[in-house]
């Protein structure tokens, strides 16, 4: 029941702004905030009461919703949803500050930030798939009208570019979930479409589980998003509000990760190891593409978008090693890309305010005249490019650690998405903050003010936080990961695999000889008194 | 007890960063300054109360752990936030902070006009707290905390004026430069877990000969992955190019950064991981083949160079040079003492010409210097010893750990690494007493409206201390008395490697993979240490620091034409003072073809091939709707006409 009352918390709060009369901005911005602040303190509290120990759902609730069709009001937390259910409270309370200039429709705009609130969040708890595809699909329309409405000049385009690229994708999801929903039906008896009962029973022949992989797939890479599904996001980006932009980067692409944890691998696990493959190659594609074309974006925001695709190719990757180095790299650096990302947008959002302007020939020098604001903007970027000691290192560092164990010249290809990275932000962070003060419409920019300040300064506590002590956060999904990986484990499939020969995966083949490899597994399994006598 | 104070060492400089950093404007200069030269002070006593607790281990302990918290973990994976206390940290620490804090002092004189002397110095501790952590860190992750951080601040710095376009892009290329080696440096640390199960390099250096093959696959990769690291750290070729240009930054950047600490970072991490090395012998040559090369290549750029801070880069980059030198023959003893006795001259002689551009308002070119002896008396003569230093004039520090690099190159390993390491001495003295020529000696080619002077004390104490040091530094290694070599003992556990277990175990390992191991008795022959041929190259050494001494005052001093006669119109000359256009090539072969290729790839992949096709699709949708609009024209009796064809067509088909 509480997790349902912190989930429609931001909801009621925009059905009560819609009362509100429209001139008073003060009460409607203050009671937006409020409404935002306790439900991130809400979920601290959730967050606080989780138990670390269990893959178990936790705080769930199941009621019929559409009992003659099996359908459940069926909601609940684990180690993979908890921390981006805090996160996107979290985001949401960040968003509301940073929205506070907005003079356009400031009611409206405050009711669909609360009502995509409680969007992203349905989508994080769902339990039910076709509950999870209702909120899948809602959190669209605000999202939609966000961009629409209070976006950039090419506003409409962008919003319909998302909005179509997203439906379509899941579509044929829907179509997947349906097949499924009837499937279990004939197998098991039961018209049920809970996913923990599908997860448990689901039988499907490789062939089929392949098609419907495909299908959820499709719409989560579309999410995520993954080369060559990405040409909406940098788009949306640009277009987007600031507030937009952030819960965009921060949030909805999550969605798509999260997807890919929580269907993907559980329902097909035997189709999912059969497609590492394919995924491995997309994400590094995704990882160079992303940071080759960041490095020449002339926009800021662009920019940062196409530094999206690199870092969530880096989360795909690190799902698809499907061992837990990977999976909890893949999970920890979702929250810092959403941390990091959202902290560049925010910046990108105080100059937009100030100049109405992302071109970064614009600025130049602006080192001088804005220290504090160089400052963050400098933590921000060495944590996005993963500089050890921020939170970006870890999650990249355990994405290739579990991706090396499975194939290490991916390790390799990957890796030098981090070279890449430095270029890219270097390259942008030299244009706009050093050189000297040309441009004199800069000269009278003013430092980031008090409240842009907070809204930073909180991400850049996460930044170090999780880069020097991220235990906190880590040990919330230890559990589930375990569950998860003893379900998807490459060794699961291995003997099946014996009759083809040996796979083109699966062992670090490519960097040593099979004798050495024989002798080198020999050696680590002998016992050491046997080492010593001879 | 005392070794508890250990994480301690690190922390004050990071402490006084931080208050630097965020209220510097408001305490003021006198106070950043007290505040930054006194952490790294303090840091330097904790050092040596640790150095004193380290000596009160009980016999046959080494190393000592101290683990703070754990970092991070996942699966059977785990990291933890540790420091390791063994002969060679203490080694480094010493250098770093001893050399360190006497470099923050001068810096307090050198950067007193400075507005932004607050920011200077926050960084400036920042970077010592990451070069401390660097040589602390008890694991390969740890270290490569520091590793990035020193690269961080070391980007920092180097762009510290940052409205100089030259200084911003030496900065950018720095950091470019060295995530390259990071690259494969992260490379090798997943490989070492994989094989390994652990990146504790205690944990690591013991489980090695018994899990390597000697000169197998695993072990080459590993090591040649960490030595690509460290020539992106230690700006050997091919990753050199960024130091040169790292000269943009103030001066007591250079000497701390870019020639005494971060630099050397490389070196370090070869002698740490010197269990795996020494296991590949294919690195090993490598390594040792770089370092020579690069001496030799960088020295003879060092000669045509007229900025004075270049000429040192260069000599920095030859000198680092020997360290790798003597690393790939497997004398890391040497390297270390090479290390420690470079970052005593070398800084002195950074800080020297730091005093020499503070002198003549911030002139860089040898060719507007002369005659500054005069005028600079003791900035000349300390600059002098610790140039004699570097050139292996006896007695002096450098002498004695040049010579023994060259002893072991010749003795270890062959006569081409050997006459590598002597040519490039001949040209370290020549270049170097060139410097000293044109800058002090001579007629005064100063610009008229500047009148020289000596620095303040605040910078020449710093001159003294540390060519005090320079000159005494070889005591730390005397050779030919066996015993008497204090280096060599005090490193004794941290490079200890027993070469016939090593092989015994490998030979097992083979034999157990079915295959047969290659002969390796010859590996085991003792090598002779002849007393003779020590005191003989000794000799020869000097006298090579002494021919290319002459060959300067001859060219210098003597005939100052012949220098133009010998150079002019010489496309040999052209091509070493352009630095044998390799910035050139890398930018052509490397940068603009990426850039061209990402905007390639953005305008026609991303706008024209991916968007294309979507904007495509919709817009043949929009195709199809309206000529299916026709279809739909409201007549009834098109509608019957397309029923009575749909019928028959059924009919067709159904038989």
């Known amino acids: ?534 | 007890m005392l070794l508890k104070l250990t994480c301690l060492i690190p922390l004050y400089p990071l402490i006084g960063s931080i208050i630097n950093g965020f209220f510097g404007l408001k305490i003021g200069k006198d106070a950043v300054a007290k505040i930054a030269c006194g952490s790294m002070i303090l840091s330097f006593l904790t050092a040596v109360l640790v150095f004193v607790g380290f000596l009160m281990l009980p016999e046959g302990q080494h190393a000592y752990e101290q683990v703070v918290w754990s970092w991070f973990g996942a699966g059977d994976f785990s990291v933890d936030f540790g420091f390791q206390v063994d002969p060679l940290t203490l080694v480094m620490m010493f250098v770093v902070t001893g050399v360190g804090s006497i470099i923050h002092v001068y810096a307090v004189g050198y950067m007193h006009e400075e507005y932004s002397f607050y920011r200077f110095f926050a960084y400036f501790n920042l970077f010592a707290s990451a070069m401390l952590l660097l040589v602390m860190g008890n694991n390969f992750l740890l270290m490569f905390i520091g590793w990035e951080g020193v690269g961080c601040c070391s980007y920092f710095l180097i762009g510290y004026y940052f409205e100089k376009k030259s200084a911003c892009d030496a900065g950018t290329k720095a950091f470019v430069v060295n995530r390259v080696g990071d690259f494969a440096f992260l490379l090798a640390v997943m490989y070492i877990f994989n094989i390994f199960g652990t990146i504790d390099f205690s944990e690591v250096m013991h489980a090695a000969p018994e899990k390597l093959i000697y000169g197998g696959e695993i072990v080459t990769i590993i090591t040649m992955l960490l030595f690509v690291g460290a020539t992106g750290k230690s700006a050997q070729i091919p990753l050199y190019t960024w130091l040169p240009d790292a000269m943009e930054g103030p001066t007591p950047v250079s000497a701390l950064i870019h020639a005494a600490t971060m630099v050397t970072a490389g070196v370090y991490m070869v002698v740490r991981c010197n269990v795996l090395f020494s296991l590949s012998p294919m690195t090993m040559t490598v390594v040792a083949f770089i370092g020579g090369t690069t001496a030799v290549m960088a020295a003879t750029i060092g000669m045509t160079q007229f900025d004075i801070k270049r000429v040192l880069a260069y000599s920095t980059v030859s000198q680092i040079g020997y360290m790798f030198l003597a690393c790939g023959v497997g004398a890391y003893t040497a390297a270390i003492f090479h290390l420690v006795t470079h970052a005593f001259f070398k800084a002195c002689l950074f800080l020297g010409s730091g005093s020499v551009i503070h002198g003549i308002h911030g002139e860089q070119d040898m060719r507007k210097m002369g005659g500054l002896k005069k005028h600079m008396p003791t900035t000349y003569k300390t600059f002098l010893v610790s140039t004699l230093a570097i050139a292996g004039i006896p007695p002096l520090s450098g002498f004695f750990s040049k010579d023994e690099v060259l002893y072991h190159s010749l003795i270890d390993g062959n006569i081409i690494f050997w006459g590598m390491g002597v040519s490039a001495a001949l040209l370290t003295a020549f270049y170097m007493f060139r410097l000293v020529f044109m800058t002090f000696h001579g007629e005064s080619r100063v610009d008229p409206s500047v009148h020289p002077h000596e620095s303040p004390k605040i910078m020449t104490m710093p001159l003294v201390i540390l060519a005090g040091l320079a000159t005494v530094g070889g005591m730390l290694g005397i050779p030919l008395m066996h015993g008497w070599h204090i280096l060599h003992n005090w490193l004794e556990p941290v490079i200890h490697f027993d070469l016939a277990s090593a092989l015994q175990h490998s030979e097992h390992m083979l034999h157990e993979a079915g295959q047969h191991a290659p002969s390796w008795t010859h590996l085991l022959e003792p090598k002779d240490h002849n007393l003779w041929i020590e005191s003989l190259l000794m000799l020869f050494s000097a006298a090579v620091a002494i021919t290319g001494i002459f060959g300067a005052y001859m060219f210098y001093i003597k005939r100052p034409d012949l220098p133009e006669k010998f150079t002019k119109g010489q496309w040999g000359f052209d091509l070493v003072q352009n630095k044998y256009y390799v910035d050139e090539l890398y930018d052509e072969s490397i940068v603009k073809p990426t850039v061209e290729a990402s905007k390639l790839l953005w305008k026609e992949c991303d706008a024209k091939g991916i968007d294309g096709a979507v904007n495509g699709a919709a817009k043949t949708i929009g195709w199809f709707s309206r000529h299916a609009q026709t279809l739909q024209s409201g007549f009834v009796r098109n509608y019957a006409l397309f029923m009575v064809v749909g019928f028959i067509s059924l009919l067709l088909v159904m038989f």
């Open chain 1, 1 to 534: 029941m509480f997790l349902t009352f912190v989930t429609f918390l931001p909801f009621f709060g925009a059905l009560f702004l819609v009362f509100l009369p429209k001139e008073s901005t003060g009460t409607i911005k203050q009671t937006a905030l409020a409404v935002a602040v306790a439900d991130f303190l809400l979920s601290l509290y959730l967050w606080t009461n989780f138990d670390n120990t269990t893959h178990a759902m936790q705080f769930s609730m199941n009621i019929p919703w559409i009992e003659s069709w099996g359908i459940n009001y069926h909601i609940g937390l684990d180690g993979i949803s908890l921390l981006l259910y805090v996160m996107t409270t979290f985001l949401t309370m960040i968003c509301v500050i940073a929205s506070w200039e907005i003079k356009k429709h400031i009611r409206e705009y405050m009711i669909a930030m609360l009502v995509l609130s409680t969007g992203m969040l349905g989508v994080f708890i769902a339990l039910d798939l076709f509950m999870f595809y209702v909120f899948w699909e809602f959190q669209l329309i605000p999202m939609y009208i966000i961009v629409g409405v209070w976006g950039g000049p090419r506003r409409i385009y962008a919003s319909i570019k998302f909005f179509l690229f997203t439906a379509v994708g899941s579509l044929l999801m829907l179509v997947a979930i349906l097949w499924i929903y009837f499937h279990i039906q004939e197998t098991t008896g039961v018209a049920t479409a809970d996913i923990l009962y599908i997860t448990d029973n689901l039988d499907v022949p490789l062939g089929t589980q392949k098609w419907l992989w495909m299908a959820f797939f499709l719409a989560f890479a579309i999410k995520v998003p993954m080369f060559p599904f990405h040409t909406w996001l940098p788009d949306a980006h640009v277009e987007a509000p600031t507030a937009g932009s952030v819960i965009l980067a921060g949030v909805l692409l999550k969605m798509g990760t999260y997807g890919f944890l929580r269907f993907n691998l559980p329902f097909f696990p035997q189709a999912s190891y059969e497609f590492v493959p394919m995924i491995a190659w997309l994400s590094i594609i995704g990882i160079v593409y992303g940071a080759l074309v960041a490095m020449v974006q002339e926009d800021l925001k662009k920019l940062v978008a196409y530094s999206s695709v690199s870092h969530l190719g880096f989360v795909m990757l690190g799902i698809f090693a499907l061992n837990p180095y990977g999976i909890q790299g893949a999970l920890i650096q979702n929250i810092n890309h959403g941390i990091s990302t959202g902290a560049l947008f925010l910046l990108v959002g105080v100059v937009y305010d100030r100049r109405h302007t992302r071109l970064i020939s614009e600025f130049g020098g602006l080192a001088k005249i804005m220290p504090r604001y160089t400052v963050c903007f400098m933590i921000a970027a060495l944590s996005s490019i993963g500089l050890p000691g921020m939170n970006g290192f870890v999650g990249e560092f355990l994405v290739l650690l579990g991706i090396f164990q499975v194939n290490g010249l991916w390790a390799a290809c990957a890796t030098s998405g981090v070279i890449l990275a430095a270029c890219y932000i270097l390259w942008m962070f030299q244009r706009v903050m050093f050189l000297e003060l040309k441009n004199p419409k800069n000269i009278g920019m003013k430092d980031m003010n008090m409240r842009e300040m907070i809204t930073v300064v909180p991400l850049v506590i996460l930044i170090f936080w999780i880069g020097l002590y991220p235990k906190p956060f880590m040990q919330t999904f230890d559990a589930s990961v375990n569950h998860l990986v003893s379900k998807v484990s490459p060794d699961n499939f291995r003997p099946k695999k014996d009759n083809h020969g040996d796979s083109s995966h699966g062992e670090h083949a490519q960097l040593i000889t099979s004798n050495q490899m024989a002798s080198l597994n020999h050696k680590l399994q002998m016992p050491k008194n046997v080492l010593n006598k001879d």
